[in-house]
């Protein structure tokens, strides 16, 4: 079974300044998706970033990217120019991209950024 | 376009009493997911819907949790009778069916769920 490890349980960033949010994950297939998703306080869980194993190339998205080593098997997320708005519990994922195989996720145990203003 | 809609919200019962939870997902949406999420833990699989089909309740606790999803639209996640460790948020999510989806689910605000 996949696991999805997140080692941070809490970090804080000072506004504008950059953070890196660590993940490892362990698993025996060689496709399969990472995603890292925002949860701010009450809210619903938006999706941040979204990475396919097949692809060298890192995710980014605006102030988002990634930090994809395959072989190491570890997903990191770096958030650049943090803002207020950035503070919520963030957490890694795992889907498998077998076709027929289960689509669910499967989740680390998040990591709560807070941005100091 | 509409998200993934759960009611109720907030959800206050005794223990070994029963509660419902519903969700209707994104339209057009094949795949639905309830989740559970204690406190201070990542989200956690309780069952996964294709259609009106279930592919995944492995990790559904069967002797008092039960989900059904009816024409395969809306989903009902039931609980009875409920224990203290059953506090928690219970999240709906809902994706395209492969290979049109991008892996992606979206999920609904969630229901959270105390038992006293």
């Known amino acids: 079974a996949q696991t999805v490890t997140q080692s941070q349980p809490e970090m804080s960033v000072q506004e504008a300044e950059t953070v890196t949010l660590s993940c490892t994950y362990d698993?025996?297939?060689?496709?399969?998706?990472l995603f890292w998703y925002k949860q701010p306080p009450s809210r619903q869980m938006i999706l941040v970033i979204r990475?396919?194993?097949?692809?060298?190339q890192n995710a980014t998205e605006n102030r988002f990217s990634v930090n994809f080593q395959k072989a190491a098997k570890s997903f990191s997320l770096k958030i650049s120019d943090s803002q207020l708005g950035d503070a919520a519990m963030y957490f890694c994922?795992?889907?498998?991209?077998?076709?027929?195989?289960?689509?669910?996720?499967?989740f680390g145990k998040g990591t709560k950024l807070t941005v100091n203003p | 376009e509409a998200g993934v809609a759960q009611s109720p919200r907030y959800k206050i019962i005794e223990k070994r009493q029963s509660v419902a939870f519903w969700c209707n997902p994104i339209?057009?949406?094949?795949?639905l997911y309830w989740y559970q999420q204690i406190l201070g833990q990542g989200p956690k699989l309780l069952i996964q819907?294709?259609?009106?089909?279930?592919?995944?309740d492995s990790q559904l606790p069967k002797d008092r949790f039960s989900a059904e999803r009816l024409k395969g639209v809306d989903s009902t996640l039931k609980i009875q009778p409920a224990k203290l460790e059953d506090s928690a948020v219970y999240l709906c999510?809902?994706?395209?069916?492969?290979?049109?989806?991008?892996?992606?689910?979206?999920f609904g605000e969630g229901s959270r769920l105390t038992v006293l």
């Open positions: 999510a809902s994706s395209l069916r492969a290979p049109s989806n991008t892996g992606e689910l979206f």
């Open positions: 698993t025996s297939e060689s496709d399969y998706y």
């Open positions: 990475q396919e194993a097949y692809k060298q």
């Open positions: 994922a795992y889907r498998s991209a077998f076709r027929g195989g289960s689509e669910k996720l499967v």
């Open positions: 339209s057009g949406h094949a795949t």
């Open positions: 819907f294709q259609n009106n089909g279930v592919v995944d």
